[in-house]
């Protein structure tokens, strides 16, 4: 990693440095052909001399000697973050330099090592391992084949760390990372060569900065929940700002389930029942809980497929190719096809009246989560770190019709899953503009709005701007058709073109702080302050 791309990865350190909180753990774990690990009790000689060793065992000759001699050179050193070990650590990481090739195997089981040891040595209060990998190349010190790595791996992360993956430019192996993460209950991210990379990762940190809850388990019992058609059930960790969603099918009128969960005051447990139901829906098509329900499965079956996993619940799978994969594919296609969901298994052909050409877009099902219903919180907000105050009995099942024909009442509505629409080729209906009250998929006193906008796509709860917040343009954006913009709250750049579409909407999102945003071209003339 060199130029633009470490100047940028330096920048973004800084910021994540500093947004610790006072009392977490922390390592540092630079790797090239070998790995060093940042030590803040370390003078500065001797942190010059490890990065000089750093660099001393070149790609070509690196050996069973070497890296036995690496292993002892490589301390084993955890922070507390203070003040001045986040200073220590920036001065550390602003020092850092490219030398010598990728030796992710010995990285990984470093930072493995570490994260290990953290919790062992934290008997009373155990921190939550995370270990956040960033590439910007592919293996090329011995083990170097994601087979052998994810085998590594996999007997190394004891402690059940998750492993979250941010693959840096073009050249990262993101097909290997996105396994990887995913067979380590977490996920991978790619990160584009941009002016804004330092924005990107900070972001992503954020995502994942402050767990609220650990093993959360949803329990049903099995003569009123049919088994085959649960999605997901098990979590190993929730974090600040998302939530989570669990579907089936209802086999019986009677209904009561438990959930499960650890945090820092300990284990929870809360058995919960659904609030009072609405009539069930009786549109002969497929009701939007239906299709919540088709749509996470088909996500979820995608995730197996890259896993290499066949239990949605398996954090930690076989080292080979999964022998269900073909099964993972044919589910998956099968209900994207009876529920017309665009994925990367089908395709869509949109033909006018006019036969003139148009564009089209999209939403994968594979990489994108549907909206929830409230299966945790109604968005769960930073708080406490790790508070057990999530765990409150606020959960509702979510019964697609079929089963008793009961839906889960929420709000707001669920249906935020993106079918085809045209975009002709002009935006002239897209620089006039409405207001709050023209669009529908708001209610006339909606303060806060829920969106797929959080960690995985899941949903969050955003504020809305409707009184004495000011016309501000505030970061530069690109709408979806090319035009430069900025961020403004909604009710000062309320387009014709989503008023009616949620799922259009999100297109023009963007977030100003805890409110809604909405990319604002540049040639739309925004109302003044209090219209």
């Known amino acids: 990693m060199s130029g633009r791309k470490i100047t940028q990865l330096k920048e973004a350190m800084s910021t994540i440095l500093s947004d610790l909180n006072q009392g977490d753990l922390f390592s540092i774990v630079p790797f090239s052909s070998t790995v060093q690990v940042w030590d803040y009790n370390a003078t500065e000689s001797e942190l010059r001399n490890g990065r000089r060793r750093l660099g001393q065992i070149r790609w070509g000759d690196y050996g069973e000697e070497e890296e036995e001699q690496a292993e002892t050179l490589v301390p084993t050193v955890i922070a507390t973050a203070t003040s001045d070990n986040i200073e220590k650590a920036k001065e550390f990481v602003n020092d850092l330099s490219a030398i010598g090739a990728t030796n992710i195997n010995a990285a990984l089981q470093k930072a493995l090592q570490i994260s290990r040891l953290s919790t062992e040595e934290n008997s009373v209060q155990k921190p939550e391992p995370i270990v956040i990998f960033l590439t910007d190349g592919q293996a090329n010190i011995h083990p170097s084949d994601p087979v052998s790595i994810m085998s590594n791996v996999r007997q190394a992360n004891t402690g059940n760390s998750s492993i979250f993956s941010l693959a840096l430019g073009r050249h990262a192996d993101f097909t290997f990372l996105q396994k990887l993460s995913l067979r380590n209950t977490g996920f991978a991210r790619k990160i584009y060569e941009a002016s804004d990379t330092a924005l990107q990762l900070r972001d992503f940190y954020r995502q994942v900065a402050s767990p609220l ?24 960790r929730i974090f600040s700002g998302s939530e989570v969603v669990v579907a089936g099918r209802q086999s019986s009128e009677d209904f009561t389930s438990e959930v499960k969960g650890q945090s ?64 993972n594919n044919t589910d998956a296609l099968t209900l994207a096809l009876r529920y017309s969901f665009v994925t990367r298994l089908t395709s869509l052909v949109v033909v006018k009246p006019n036969e003139n050409a148009s564009s089209v877009n999209t939403e994968d099902a594979s990489e ?3 909206p929830t219903a409230h299966a945790l919180p109604d968005g769960i907000r930073r708080q406490t770190p790790y508070s057990a105050s999530a765990l409150q009995p606020r959960y509702s099942f979510v019964p697609p019709p079929g089963g008793s024909g009961r839906q889960t009442h929420y709000r707001p ?5 993106n079918h085809s629409h045209v975009i002709s080729p002009g935006l002239s209906t897209a620089n006039t503009l409405a207001t709050l009250s023209d669009i529908t998929w708001l ?57 009616n579409s949620r799922e259009q909407f999100l297109e023009y999102f963007c977030r100003i702080d805890s409110f809604l945003g909405v990319c604002c071209p540049d040639s739309v003339r925004a109302p003044e302050n209090g219209r």
């Open 368 to 370: 994108a989560t549907a």
């Open 413 to 417: 509505d669920p249906m935020l899953i």
């Open 213 to 236: 809850l650990a093993n959360v388990t949803f329990t049903y019992q099995p003569d009123q929940v049919a088994r085959s058609t649960l999605t997901r059930t098990k979590f190993r």
């Open 264 to 327: 820092l005051s300990g284990n929870s447990q809360y058995s919960f029942t659904p609030t009072a139901l609405p009539p069930a829906d009786t549109n002969a098509n497929a009701s939007s809980m239906e299709r919540l329900w088709a749509y996470l499965t088909i996500q979820q079956l995608l995730e197996k497929q890259d896993a290499g996993t066949d239990d949605v619940n398996d954090y930690y799978c076989c080292d080979e190719a999964d022998d269900d994969g073909d099964r």
């Open 443 to 499: 209610s006339p006193n909606d303060t806060v709005v829920s969106l797929p906008t959080g960690v995985n796509r899941t949903v969050e709860v955003l504020l809305l701007a409707t009184a004495n917040e000011i016309n501000v343009a505030y970061a530069a954006c690109t709408t979806p058709g090319g035009e430069s913009g900025h961020c403004r709250h909604l009710k000062y750049c309320v387009l014709h073109l989503f008023t």
